[in-house]
C-alpha cells in the first residue's frame, strides 16, 4: 500500500503546522523553557494533524512566487505566536498578584526558579502561577486556546494583511488587564499590609524600647499565610473567569 500527498497538502500541512507550532512555542505550560522541545514539537504536530482537516479549505492555491509563499509562512507565525503570546499575557495577571502578595507577607526576599517564566520570582507567586496553570488544565480552560486557534482562521484569513494596529492595541488592552486584575487579587493583602505597618509605627512610637523588627517579621508571615488561606480559592476562582472572558473575544 502507498500513500501519497499531493503538493498542495504539503503546502497547506507546513503553513497550518508554522502556526500551530507557533502557538505552542509561545503558549504558558507547554512553551515554557523547562519542558522539553520534542515534547512541544510532537504536541504541535498532532495538533497540525488534528487541525489541518478543519481549516485545509481556508488556504487557497500554492502560489507561483516563492516570495509569496515565504510571506504566507511568515504570516502564519506571527497569527500563531499572538496567539501564544496572548495566552502567556493572561499569566501575567497572577504573577502580579503574587509578587504583590510576597511583599505585602515580607517574603519578597523568598525567591526561586520559576518554571513559568524562566527566571527568578517570589516564591508566592511561583505557587500562585503552578496552581492557576494546574486549575486551567484541570477545568479545562486550555480547549479556549484551541478554539480561539480554529477561530483564527475566520478572524485572520490566511493570505490577508495582518493587522498589527489591532495587534499591538490588543495586546496593550491584555497587558493593562493583567496589571489591573493582579493588583485586585492582591488587594486584601495590601490593606493587611498598610494596616500592618502603620499599627507597627504607632507601637514604636509609643513603646521606642520595644523590638518591633523583630516582633513585626513573624506576625507579618504567619497573618500573611493565614489570609492567603483564606482567599485562595476565591482568588483563583476569580482568575479563572478572568482568563475566560479574556479569551471570549477570539471565539466566533
Known sequence: MTITFSVQSAFVFILVFARMGAMVMAMPALGDGHVP?????????????????????????IPTAFGSVLIAMLSELVIGA????????????IQVAGTAIAFQSGLAFAQNVDPTQGTQGAIIGTFLALLATT???????????????RDSYDLFEPGGVLPFGDFAEMAVHIVSGAFRVGLQLAAPFLVFGLVFYMGLGVLSRLMPQL?????????????????LAMLLSSMMLWYLDYFEQSMMPFLK
Request: charge should be positive; aromatic fraction near 14%; avoid cysteine.
Open 37 to 61: 522541545a520534542r515534547i512541544r514539537l510532537i504536541f504541535a504536530l498532532v495538533l497540525t494533524f488534528v487541525m489541518m482537516p478543519v481549516v485545509r479549505d481556508a488556504y487557497g492555491t
Open 82 to 93: 499572538f496567539l501564544g503570546l496572548l495566552a502567556r499575557m493572561l499569566t501575567g495577571a
Open 135 to 149: 486549575l486551567i488544565f484541570s477545568l479545562d480552560l486550555h480547549f479556549l486556546l484551541l478554539a480561539a486557534v
Open 211 to 227: 523590638q518591633v523588627f523583630f516582633l513585626a517579621m513573624p506576625a507579618n508571615i504567619l497573618f500573611g499565610f493565614l489570609l
